[in-house]
């Protein structure tokens, strides 16, 4: 099989339990693709093979985590700056498995989290001006332990865009910030996802969900914002 393997430090917890099953000889045959760099060298490091994305014709399955999961599996990805490439892996995978704790499920998109876009550096100023338009609050994000800008793996430039009111259409959002020329892509992700696995902590009692079961066990008002 061809394992499609997402970035942050969900996945690494899925690259790291890959690794040991094909160790312990549980799993054979096994091959990965990595999503940015820390995936692929994670990956390595853990015992698992990898191989380009240009080098593979389908992935099998893709394993990965999210900043923010509403009911329907809109996702919003980013926080490493690595969305870009997670999108492209997710994507072509037959399955998509997203892995994600109860804090991270949400009512509706923008919640908590701004929406990441990575923009091509030499159009970042007009990008801003549109961005604006859609009636998000743009911010250039800045590197830590560096002076400037975060850089993505492929050159790239990276805005936080917050949306005030929150993302009622992710589908509609994502498709309008994305043709804004200049945009190379956001984070909100629609329609891939097929099945979201909710891990539940009680002290040191953890149980896993599916998505659509765990939002029967809260029965969340509709009113409210997030769970």
């Known amino acids: 099989?061809?394992?499609?393997?997402?970035?942050?430090?969900?996945?690494?917890?899925?690259?790291?339990?890959?690794?040991?099953?094909?160790?312990?000889?549980?799993?054979?045959?096994?091959?990965?693709?990595?999503?940015?760099?820390?995936?692929?060298?994670?990956?390595?490091?853990?015992?698992?093979?990898?191989?380009?994305?240009?080098?593979?014709?389908?992935?099998?399955?893709?394993?990965?985590g999210v900043d923010e999961v509403d009911f329907n599996k809109n996702l919003l990805k980013g926080g490493g700056a690595a969305h870009t490439m997670q999108k492209v892996v997710d994507s072509f995978a037959k399955e998509c498995v997203i892995l994600a704790d109860q804090s991270k499920v949400v009512l509706q998109l923008g919640s908590t989290f701004?929406?990441?876009?990575?923009?091509?550096?030499?159009?970042?100023?007009?990008?801003?001006r549109r961005l604006i338009t859609l009636g998000g609050v743009p911010e250039i994000r800045s590197a830590l332990r560096k002076d400037g800008p975060v850089i993505t793996d492929l050159g790239n430039m990276v805005v936080d865009v917050s949306f005030p009111n929150g993302i009622p259409n992710p589908a509609d959002l994502e498709m309008r910030i994305n043709m804004i020329p200049g945009v190379v892509e956001n984070g909100i992700v629609s329609g891939i996802a097929t099945s979201v696995l909710v891990a539940i902590q009680d002290g040191d009692n953890v149980t896993v969900l599916d998505l659509e079961e765990f939002v029967k066990l809260i029965n969340v008002p509709t009113n409210e914002n997030s769970v």
């Open 1 to 64: 099989m061809v394992v499609g393997l997402g970035t942050g430090s969900t996945a690494s917890l899925a690259i790291e339990e890959l690794g040991r099953l094909i160790k312990q000889g549980k799993l054979k045959d096994v091959v990965a693709v990595g999503a940015n760099y820390q995936s692929r060298v994670l990956a390595r490091q853990f015992g698992v093979k990898t191989v380009d994305l240009n080098d593979i014709n389908i992935i099998d399955i893709a394993f990965d």
């Open 114 to 128: 701004p929406v990441p876009v990575e923009v091509l550096p030499a159009a970042i100023s007009p990008v801003l």
